[in-house]
DNA sequence: CACCTCTATTCCTATATAGGACTTGATACG
DNA sequence: CGTATCAAGTCCTATATAGGAATAGAGGTG
């Protein structure tokens, strides 16, 4: 039997009244947010959460399994619901990577920093924050490719949100990965991605720094990384020289390992 | 009142055995491949599938949110379930596609055919289309990007399936999107994409065909492109010279528009 | 100690049911 | 004729319920 006014909002005009399975999920993804559930952790069962969020298992589960989808979470059957650890892709990078023509992956191996700096400037990244962020940390690393090959790399981190980084020796960040660093330090996984690819010219400082022939061409691949809510936390800009390796994009969704995909 | 053993394999280990819901979504795609329903179609509603399915209602509803997720079929509140249109995303290129540094889209807006042919060279096509597959259709055109800038395409397509074309004239085949052209003349739309990209010099015949000189250096960008049930259908390998205009990635996943993504 | 069995926990699938909300087209009214 | 109202068709949300299936751990048995 129905139950009398659980329907709670009877939307007014599909203002801005919302699925109540959707509410679920934005609940429980603030709640992540906030650091209430760090990576790894096991949420309540779904039959707790309904009981909390007041609603019916299959709404729960429905809830869940957008969050899943989103890769926010991970489900296992009989063990419980995590939050998706930092690492949760042992190794795999998620949103690209580097292939030989075979497939097979290329790691980055070493990272070296050559600066940090907070600066003023704007550039492609600016757009990319927003119009309140106009202090940027900025960060460049020499990064070797599997031991084959050097890309240079530039971070552009909003100082508002990253400020203790600046601080930071570069012995601490020197052979991180950024992503997990932001992860695990500052609750900041990278869920999406935004990127785009061009060929120009390498800017001298690159051409110096990577020891190839100045006025070098090469691949300037820019990546915006968001997370929880589409937040913009880093631009980054690759510049890679001309190699037989390829670049490899993955699709920046979480969704490729939701089980639907099997349907394809 | 569950009714008795109607959920029918008792899945005698985990094998084969599948979720109802799945079967469901499989046999839909199945009949939308078959040609069953066409792009633009409506399917029977909900209600009538789940007496044709033998299942309930929240069964058949939560396979058609799936293939929903997968970009095979469109729901409308109140007006039906549609197989999803060749040109659903009106103009806008689904996986790729140009755009300027503010994010503006650069439409590829003349293409003319430099040559169609049969061929049996094995390359990197050959990996992604398989081993059984031997014989391809190879066409190169030249295609002018926005007014702006000329690339250069190749296409290589499986010659069992699309025999057709290669007896089809240039006139025919001039000036139209591959991927308009093969959703509605083969029932084949590119659901998914596997991309890479490298810095490389061009070919002579490309440096040639596009006026650039000898030796540039540009991007070569590859594109697999995969239909239902991750199907391999076309394998495209466009040449790009330098230039301040980029390449844009685009989630692969038709999950882009799916409303989960709201939350994010 | 190694192995098996049982049990509690947890997620997974599926059903039946009820009503809300959007869309479209027909009909009635001024 | 234009507009308002209504009804049918369709998707959307939510609930309560029932049982299946994977996992992990406790306890017993040889």
Redesign the interface.
């Known amino acids: 039997m129905m139950q009398k006014s659980l329907q709670v909002v009877p939307a007014s005009k599909s203002g801005g009244a919302k699925a109540k399975h ?1 509410r679920i ?2 609940e429980i ?1 603030s709640a992540i947010e906030s650091g209430r559930w760090l990576p790894g952790d096991r949420l309540p069962a779904e039959d707790q959460l309904a009981v909390e969020m007041q609603a019916s298992l ?1 709404t729960v589960q429905r809830a869940l399994r ?1 969050l899943v ?2 890769g926010v979470v991970e489900r296992h059957h009989g063990r419980g619901t995590f939050v998706t650890g930092a690492r949760a892709q042992e190794g795999q990078l998620r949103h690209f990577r580097f ?1 030989a ?3 097979t992956q290329l790691l980055p191996v070493y990272f070296k920093i050559v600066g940090i700096e907070t600066v003023r400037e704007s550039g ?1 990244w600016s ?1 990319f924050f927003g119009k309140r962020e106009d202090n940027y940390i900025h960060i460049h690393r020499l990064v070797n490719v599997n031991d084959e090959f050097d890309v240079f790399s530039e971070i552009y981190l909003p100082a508002s949100r990253f400020s203790e980084i600046a601080g930071m020796s570069e012995a601490t960040l020197n052979g991180v990965s950024f992503r997990d660093f932001l992860t695990e330090r500052f609750n900041a996984p990278t ?2 991605t ?8 390498l800017p001298p400082r690159v051409t110096r720094a990577l020891n190839v022939p100045h006025g ?4 300037v691949w ?1 990546i915006g990384g ?1 997370s ?3 937040t913009p936390i880093t631009w980054q800009r690759i510049f ?10 993955v ?3 979480a ?2 390992q ?1 089980p ?1 995909q ?3």
Chains 1, 2 share one sequence.
């Open positions: 959707r999920s934005e993804l299959g957008s989808q989103m292939t023509e075979g497939g492609p757009s869920i999406n935004h990127q785009t690819m061009a060929c120009q010219p070098q061409y090469g691949i820019s968001l929880y809510r589409n890679v020289p001309p190699s037989d390796r390829v670049i490899e994009i699709p920046t969704n969704a490729e939701s639907l099997e349907v394809f």
